[in-house]
């Protein structure tokens, strides 16, 4: 894929790794997906998910985390707690953004797809950069957050202490799918409908999706939001 390099850019520990590049090359593509991988996963991972769509004339661009990890505690911990991770992620995800802007792509065809861990990331750097994406849809996660709103541990955020979520942008009508089981073991649904209440405050489309019973993985029913946008010209 001509114009980009297959190393990430940004700062902090996720610049310099592995960017995987698959898919239709990004000249002749309708859209460019970014796709963000779990904790202990990698690039391959997520471009397995972008397979199973069986949309060929994506561009997928899919970084590595160092070590694998996006940051080091759980996306509910206090933010000081997972830096530079946290900050090292954003910057990835926003230099890719500017890559794929200088390559003529810009946000309206950019779809961000994060799983788990790489979901939070892919909800942070939404609110965050405010972008007019063409989707962004976070399987099994939800906002990290800007800072601490103090307080006692929550039971329904598994132990941590409340965030605040300011966030200065717009995501106008943007299509935001976050998707999580109803008892996940790293993601509470308290955040979840949270997330998506701050989220649609923004002026996103949002849809949440709580799959029933326990687990942390991807369902169909997530595909499929997923396809079916993909499939939309925006």
Not at 31 to 50: F, N, T, W
Not at 138 to 156: H, I, N, Q, Y
Request: aromatic fraction near 4%; proline fraction near 6%; glycine fraction near 14%.
């Amino acid at each position: 894929m001509s114009g980009l390099a297959a190393e990430t850019r940004g700062t902090g520990p996720h610049a310099g790794q592995r960017l995987v590049i698959a898919g239709a090359p990004l000249e002749r593509a309708r859209l460019a997906l970014v796709m963000l991988h779990g904790r202990g996963g990698a690039p391959e991972d997520m471009i397995g998910l972008a397979h199973h769509l069986a949309l060929p004339d994506l561009a997928i661009l899919a970084p590595q985390a160092a070590e694998r990890s996006w940051w080091p505690d759980s996306f509910l911990a206090p933010l000081e707690a997972n830096e530079p991770g946290l900050t090292s992620g954003l910057s990835v995800v926003s230099s890719l953004l500017e890559d794929l802007a200088g390559q003529g792509v810009d946000a309206t065809r950019v779809a961000l797809v994060g799983f788990s861990q790489g979901a939070c990331l892919a909800l942070e750097a939404a609110a965050r950069l405010a972008r007019p994406f063409h989707a962004v849809a976070a399987l099994s996660g939800g906002l990290v957050g800007t800072g601490e709103a103090g307080g006692a541990p929550r039971a329904d955020l598994y132990g941590r202490p409340a965030k605040t979520f300011d966030y200065a942008g717009r995501l106008a009508d943007v299509p935001v799918l976050i998707g999580c089981h109803e008892q996940d073991p790293h993601i509470p649904l308290a955040r979840v409908h949270e997330s998506a209440g701050i989220l649609r405050d923004m002026g996103a489309g949002v849809e949440t999706h709580v799959i029933p019973g326990a687990g942390h993985g991807i369902v169909e029913h997530e595909a499929a939001w997923l396809r079916a946008q993909l499939n939309t010209k925006g």
